[in-house]
T-cell receptor, first 110, second 116 residues
């Protein structure tokens, strides 16, 4: 069964860059890597998705090394409103299932 | 446009009763997902529908759980003989067609189930 692990929590200050890494050793060849943000009492919200190398959108960047066994979500210049839990999501090798990472609770302070 | 909606938003039931949770996906989204999130915990994948078909039901926690989808639209998650361990928020998401991991999912607000 696929397993994805993330740091439990991270602390940062406004204006800093935050990098959150997810380990997904069993990712399948055709699986994508997706990151979601979740605020309390809300459903997760899509941040970014990638397959390999680097992807950038208006809110984040996603770095995926050649072996694809990990990925790093990069949030540039975080603000207080970025305080949330961040999850990576990958497919489960050989199955029609998905596995969320353990989640990283990011706290941004003034 | 309208997002994913779920009903009821809250459900309190007695242990042993059956419950039905409903999900209305975004119109045109052929993929639909159910997840469970226990209090303070991460997201647990339950089942995925492509159209009206669920390729793999092994993510359902026990045989008390079942799910169906009709008309490539509404989906129902049924829990029979509820147990206190079933207490959680049940989240539904939908996405455009594609591989199970390749699409942006849009989540509903969830149904908070409390089993007393």
């Amino acid at each position: 069964l696929a397993k994805t692990t993330q740091p439990i929590s991270m602390d940062s200050y406004e204006g800093q860059e935050v990098n959150i890494t997810c380990s997904h050793n069993n990712i399948a060849t055709n699986d994508y890597i997706t990151w979601y943000q979740q605020f309390p009492s809300q459903g997760p919200r899509f941040i970014i998705q990638g397959y390999k190398t680097k992807v950038t959108n208006e809110v984040a960047s996603l770095f995926i090394p050649a072996d694809r066994k990990s990925s790093t979500l990069s949030l540039p210049r975080v603000s207080l409103s970025d305080t949330a839990v961040y999850y990576c999501l990958v497919g489960d090798t050989g199955f029609q299932k998905l596995v969320f990472g353990t989640g990283t609770r990011l706290l941004v302070s003034p | 446009g309208a997002g994913v909606s779920q009903s009821p938003s809250n459900k309190v039931t007695e242990k042993g009763k059956d419950v039905e949770l409903r999900c209305d996906p975004i119109s045109g989204h052929t993929a639909l997902y159910w997840y469970r999130q226990r209090l303070g915990q991460g997201l647990e994948f339950l089942i995925y529908f492509q159209g009206n078909s669920a390729p793999d039901k092994s993510g359902l926690p026990s045989d008390r759980f079942s799910a169906e989808r009709t008309g490539e639209s509404v989906s129902t998650l049924t829990i029979q003989r509820t147990q206190q361990e079933d207490s959680a928020v049940y989240l539904c998401a939908s996405s455009l067609a594609g591989e199970v991991s390749s699409n942006e999912q849009y989540f509903g607000p969830g149904t908070r189930l409390t089993v007393t």
